[in-house]
């Protein structure tokens, strides 16, 4: 045992502490080249500086090998690694009561993949307010998470990995002993790459920003598949994501924003979860602001493992907005997979081409609107119903409705597939027939006849049907796919619609095709459907289509 207590400015050089030995260290300012290793312990250090490209800091209180030994890592004061230094923990615990300052080229290492038979006590702790500042330098923790006592903040180009994912662990990683806590403002900027593996992510706000190189923040639930359901993002502030070559991407069962999200100025932020709750009040908004932002929210069981999406219920594949929902500045994108959309105030979607795209799942998709839907300024909604059921969307405004002028709602081409739905055309010959819905769709010179009639005409729910795809028995390769059908929406609006742009649900042209010296033509998708029920006034100059798309 080595008690090093004397005066703070003791340098301690090509110290090895082994086989059960422990050493004190009060108010030490740097060391180089000291191990503790096989059983060792580093307890009550204070003041702990690690300096230069020879400073080294090494603790193996397992062993250099997988053997599970007793033994842990206290610091009482701040850690300070600079100037190309390097810290190393191999132990079962290990709790910094202070901050954690890693800067200049230097590395901290915390390596916990041995000791796989205490799970409950395999945490890094940051305790007392301490904050963790990784600024140009590399933090690697694998085998556990992390518990910062106020703010984690990352920048100049550093490199952050929490990696729970050990195969070690088999089954029993749970967001409960996987994660990451940060109470206090969680930050990623200027060029830096943030990876973290782990069950639970959860930060008072997160900011990801720009500045020099790219700056991404990855949340992964999904290397483990027996966290995936019960895996959490939590973030009880606002979750921010600005700049140029900037993107956040998450991967959680569940995803839950206590005050707004914002993607702006070109950020990008992409929500794999089978939920996204943003919000606990009205004030608290989603928006996705600037040329060419974008925000995926993508609930689909195909993205990654999540077994709830699978049997999405009324709670699954659900995104659920507090206060209003804005997409506002040119090519500004949001896109959606998911069963049901909440927004509890207004939504509005402007500027040249800023585009709200949904995707429906196979039980369609509902969206409620607590306030007004407004389109304006050239921009547009996409539309895509199920291509398996042709289910639809379902939306609810409780305020006005307005589609002005220049502005589109497109649902072309967006229902049942080529040679798919109820009034697809049978057989596939050198000319395929058009898509029925409404009416029967167009026959051909080769099949004779279209699609048949289904669906309602006073209540209409279902997608057009696509149509029949063509080819050439001398030469099978050649083949003209089908248009696809419309898509369908149903809208119920509480005040007024203003219908001054377009809403078009129409088919999909069919496709030609000629590489063997003669044509084939598919034939056209039926056009989907358009319910409106409107409490006040149905006014504008714009149009309203659900047109049968044409043959090849």
């Known amino acids: 045992r080595l008690n090093a207590q004397q005066g703070t400015g003791l340098h301690l050089s090509h110290v090895s502490v082994e086989s059960g030995g422990r050493l004190d260290l009060a108010d030490v300012t740097t060391l180089s080249s000291v191990y503790v290793d096989v059983n060792g312990e580093l307890a009550n250090a204070r003041a702990v ?74 945490r890094v702790e940051q305790q007392t307010g301490g904050n963790v500042t990784i600024d140009g ?22 490199t952050v990995t929490v990696d729970a994912s050990s195969a070690s662990w088999g089954s029993g990683m749970t967001s409960a002993n996987s994660f990451v806590n940060v109470p206090g403002t969680f930050s990623v900027s200027n060029g830096s790459t943030v990876a973290m593996y782990v069950g639970a992510l959860r930060a008072g706000s997160v900011s990801v920003s720009g500045g020099s190189g790219t ?13 995936a359901n019960s895996s959490l993002c939590t973030v009880a502030g606002d979750l ?7 993107s956040t991407t998450i991967y959680a069962g569940k995803v839950a924003v206590g005050g707004s999200v914002r993607v702006e100025t070109t950020g990008t932020l992409r929500v794999y979860a089978a939920r996204l709750d943003v919000g606990s009040s009205p ?38 907005i507090s206060g209003g929902l804005t997409i506002q500045g040119t090519s500004a994108t949001l896109t959606m997979y998911l069963a049901s959309l909440d927004v509890g105030g207004s939504a509005l979607i402007e500027s040249t081409t800023a585009t709200a795209s949904m995707y429906a799942p196979v039980q369609g998709t509902r969206a409620s609107f607590g306030g007004s839907l407004v389109l304006q300024s050239a921009s547009r909604m996409i539309l895509r119903s199920d291509a398996s059921s042709g289910v639809g969307f379902d939306m609810s405004v409780a305020g006005n409705f307005l589609v002005a002028t220049g502005t589109t709602i497109n649902g072309i081409g967006g229902g049942f597939g080529n ?65 696809a059908g419309g898509s369908a929406l149903r809208l119920v609006v509480s005040g007024s619609a203003n219908v001054s742009g ?13 590489n063997c ?20 006034n149905l006014g504008g100059s714009g149009t309203i289509s659900v047109s049968g798309g044409v043959g090849g």
């Open 49 to 122: 500086r690690v300096t230069g490209s020879g400073g080294r800091l090494q603790v193996f209180s397992g062993g250099r090998t997988s053997g599970l030994l007793s033994g842990n890592v206290r610091l009482l004061g701040a850690l300070t690694v600079d100037t190309s230094a390097l810290v190393r923990f191999y132990s079962r615990q290990v709790t910094l009561d202070g901050s954690v300052t890693a800067t200049s080229s230097s590395t901290i290492i915390i390596d916990q993949t041995s000791f796989t038979s205490d799970v409950a006590n395999v």
């Open 240 to 246: 921010v994501v600005r700049n140029s070559s900037v």
């Open 502 to 514: 377009t809403i078009d649900m129409s088919g999909a042209a069919g496709s030609i095709a000629g």
């Open 283 to 320: 004030s608290d908004s989603l928006s996705v602001i600037g040329s060419n932002s974008g925000m995926l929210i993508d609930g689909r069981v195909s993205s990654w493992y999540l077994p709830a999406a699978a049997s999405a219920s009324s709670t699954d594949l659900a995104a659920n």
């Open 137 to 158: 330098a590399t933090l690697t923790i694998s085998g556990a998470g992390i518990s910062v006592g106020n703010s984690l903040q990352v920048g100049r180009q550093a």
């Open 419 to 483: 040679n798919s739905g109820p009034g697809s055309p049978s057989g596939m010959r050198y000319a395929g027939g058009g898509g029925g819905h409404g009416g029967e769709g167009g026959g051909s010179y080769d099949t004779g006849v279209g699609g048949r009639a289904y669906g309602s005409f006073t209540e209409p729910t279902m997608s057009g049907s696509g149509g029949s795809a063509a080819w050439h028995l001398s030469c099978p390769t050649q083949y003209a796919g089908g248009g």
């Open 517 to 536: 010296g003669w044509t084939s033509s598919g034939g056209g998708g039926s056009g989907g459907s358009v319910w409106i029920d409107c409490g006040g």
């Open 215 to 227: 700056t991404t923040l990855t949340v992964d639930a999904s290397k483990r598949t027996a966290m």
